[in-house]
C-alpha cells in the first residue's frame, strides 16, 4: 500500500470515528463518513466493505496497542500485585489516549448485543486470547488463599468499570470547575493510582 493510499485509509478512519461518536453506530451512514473524509463513496467500500468493517477496524486499533503490553507483562516473572498494576496502568492510559473512542466501544458493546456479537467474532477470529495466561496466574493465586476466591470475570469486570467511570466523570468536572489541561492530567494521575490502589484493596483476602 502506497502512501496515498495510506492517506486515504487515515482520512476514512478518522472521519468514521468521527461520525459514530456523534450520532452512535447504529445511525452512523457511510455516505456521511464519505462527505466527511471527502472521498468518493465508493472509496469506503473499496477499503473497509461495509460500516461493520470499519468498526472492526477501528476496535481492533485500539485493542493492539494494549495486546502486546499485556502479552510481554504476563511473560516477565513479576509478582501478582505489580502484574494487576501494570495491567490496570495500561488500561487506564489506554483509555486516556483516546477518550472518546474508548467511551464510544463501551457505550456501544454495552448497548447493542449485535455489536457485541460481531466484536467476539472479531477477536476469536483474529485468535485473540490476551487473558489466558493471567487466569492461570489468577487461579493459582485464589489456590494458595493469596487473593479472595471470586471469579476472574468479576475481576475484569472492576477493572474497566472503576477505569472508566474515570472517564465518564470527565467531561462534567470539566464543565462544574473549569478545569484546565494540566490540571485534568494531574487528575487523572491521582485517579489511575486510585483505582489500582481500590482493586487490590478489593482483592485482599
Same mark, same amino acid.
Given at each position: 500500500?502506497?502512501?496515498?493510499?495510506?492517506?486515504?485509509?487515515?482520512?476514512? =478512519?478518522?472521519?468514521?470515528?468521527?461520525?459514530?461518536?456523534?450520532?452512535?453506530?447504529?445511525?452512523?451512514?457511510?455516505?456521511?463518513?464519505?462527505?466527511?473524509?471527502?472521498?468518493?463513496?465508493?472509496?469506503?467500500?473499496?477499503?473497509?466493505?461495509? !460500516?461493520?468493517?470499519?468498526?472492526?477496524?477501528?476496535?481492533?486499533?485500539?485493542?493492539?496497542?494494549?495486546?502486546?503490553?499485556?502479552?510481554?507483562?504476563?511473560?516477565?516473572?513479576?509478582? /501478582?500485585?505489580?502484574?494487576? %498494576?501494570?495491567?490496570?496502568?495500561?488500561? /487506564?492510559?489506554?483509555?486516556?489516549?483516546?477518550?472518546?473512542?474508548?467511551?464510544?466501544?463501551?457505550?456501544?458493546?454495552?448497548?447493542?448485543?449485535?455489536? %457485541?456479537?460481531?466484536?467476539?467474532?472479531?477477536?476469536?477470529? !483474529?485468535?485473540?486470547? +490476551?487473558?489466558?495466561?493471567?487466569?492461570?496466574?489468577?487461579?493459582?493465586?485464589?489456590?494458595?488463599?493469596?487473593?479472595? +476466591?471470586? +471469579?476472574?470475570?468479576?475481576?475484569?469486570?472492576?477493572?474497566?468499570?472503576?477505569?472508566?467511570?474515570?472517564?465518564?466523570?470527565? +467531561?462534567? =468536572?470539566?464543565?462544574?470547575? #473549569?478545569?484546565?489541561?494540566?490540571?485534568?492530567?494531574?487528575?487523572?494521575?491521582?485517579?489511575?493510582?486510585?483505582?489500582?490502589?481500590?482493586?487490590? #484493596?478489593?482483592?485482599?483476602?
Amino acid at each position: 500500500m502506497n502512501n496515498s493510499e495510506l492517506n486515504t485509509e487515515q482520512l476514512i =478512519l478518522e472521519a468514521a470515528k468521527t461520525e459514530f461518536f456523534e450520532k452512535g453506530y447504529g445511525n452512523a451512514k457511510m455516505m456521511a463518513i464519505a462527505k466527511r473524509a471527502n472521498v468518493a463513496h465508493s472509496m469506503l467500500h473499496y477499503y473497509f466493505r461495509s !460500516k461493520e468493517n470499519l468498526f472492526q477496524t477501528i476496535f481492533l486499533k485500539q485493542i493492539q496497542t494494549v495486546l502486546p503490553i499485556y502479552e510481554s507483562v504476563l511473560e516477565q516473572r513479576l509478582c /501478582f500485585t505489580e502484574i494487576v %498494576r501494570i495491567l490496570m496502568e495500561t488500561q /487506564f492510559n489506554s483509555m486516556a489516549r483516546d477518550i472518546k473512542l474508548s467511551l464510544f466501544i463501551l457505550t456501544e458493546i454495552l448497548a447493542n448485543k449485535e455489536n %457485541r456479537a460481531m466484536l467476539s467474532e472479531v477477536l476469536t477470529g !483474529k485468535g485473540i486470547n +490476551p487473558f489466558s495466561k493471567m487466569i492461570d496466574i489468577w487461579d493459582e493465586e485464589v489456590k494458595k488463599g493469596a487473593i479472595r +476466591p471470586i +471469579p476472574f470475570q468479576d475481576f475484569m469486570m472492576m477493572l474497566i468499570s472503576i477505569n472508566a467511570s474515570s472517564f465518564v466523570a470527565m +467531561p462534567i =468536572l470539566e464543565d462544574i470547575n #473549569g478545569l484546565k489541561e494540566e490540571a485534568i492530567e494531574n487528575l487523572l494521575t491521582e485517579r489511575r493510582e486510585s483505582n489500582i490502589q481500590f482493586i487490590l #484493596g478489593a482483592l485482599q483476602s
